[in-house]
């Protein structure tokens, strides 16, 4: 069983330090906006699977006047795994700039030009590890008010929940995908190529073997654990939704899998045989796991076109609730629950349901800028903690 027994932050985001030990049990992080609640469960989550949910540019995560002074940002955290310490330390340190370089910003956030590029570090232990060395040695279920992606946004937000959940599930699935996303970029670096010029069959013909080979894998393992992911779906979605709505969900993938994964391979084959025509009119690979995508049905209606925003929130709800227990039966070990303000939109009756739900895990942290419902529903089997202006105070 694992959970964090420490949190620390160092010149991260709002932080310039700080330092919380959260119990077990549900914390509960309270105060109003843009005050840290939601960096702490960032720091959380990229502790158990080696990146932050709220940016791809870890140069964001650099406190502002630290960067200036050239400092470095690092989260820590300690977990107890099994009866034992874990000690992981993600650390981001600011390159060194020439007098009078660019920042290399970004247009959406004129704010990054002044923040110089980052490389990370990582630490199990005092000993080095990568980003995907992480994924699984504690595992995190997140709940955030962006998880209405999961149902109206574009494909690319179900396959990447699928691939977080399995991954922390099973590292094999992870060291797959891996290799499926390398095959795929550079059999799409030879399909460039060969729309301008002469490519050695050779070449293209390993690259395929490559891709099909680590693709099926993927296929077949994602058509099995949403298989099982479903039953727990459909019925945390029967106790959050309103009566008679029922939940089904279904898996859309580019290539059909079989009956194990020689098979599922096979089929990928013929199927990227069969786009061969295709691919040479837009220099992409036409099938495989890249292309997929899960459907979400209500009464038989697809929730990405039909569903209200409250059904949909319903419906993401579900489909957390679902990943937290899939994790726990498949692991044998409770994830670690992070939920970010997202009882705001929620009746009294579904927030009371969804708190007692998640208060049932060995770790629950919990941000709020409301903490009086959150308190009603969990009075002092919780523990509390006000977040304002980067400090974090607990209250006894």
Known sequence: MARFTRLSLVNYRNFREVDVAPPAGVSVFHGGNAQGKTSLLEAAYTLAVGRSFRTERERQVLNFDAAR???????????????????VVVGYQPAVREAGADGGGDADDPGTA?????????????????????????AASLFSVDDLDLVLGGPSHRRRYLDVLISQADRSYLQALQRFQAALRNRNGLLRRRREGHVDPEELAYWDEQLVESGAAVTFARSRALARLAVFACRQHAEL??????LALAYRPSVSPGECVADTAAAFQRELKLGTAREQATAVTAVGPHRDNFAMHVNGLDAASFASRGEARTIALALRLAEAEYLAETRGDDPVILLDDVFSEMDDGRRERVLQKVARYRQTLITTTDVRPVR?????????FRVEDGAVSNEE
Do not use: H
Request: with cysteine; proline share 7%.
């Open 69 to 87: 002074e050239g400092a470095a940002a690092y989260i820590t955290g300690t977990a107890c795994v099994d009866g034992e310490s874990l000690t």
């Open 376 to 384: 009603a529903a969990l009075g002092d089997s919780a523990a509390y």
């Open 114 to 138: 002044t923040l110089p590029p980052v490389s990370k570090q990582i630490r199990v232990n005092r000993q080095p590890a990568t980003a995907s060395g992480l994924v699984g040695r504690i």
């Open 241 to 246: 939704g309103e009566p008679g709505q029922d």
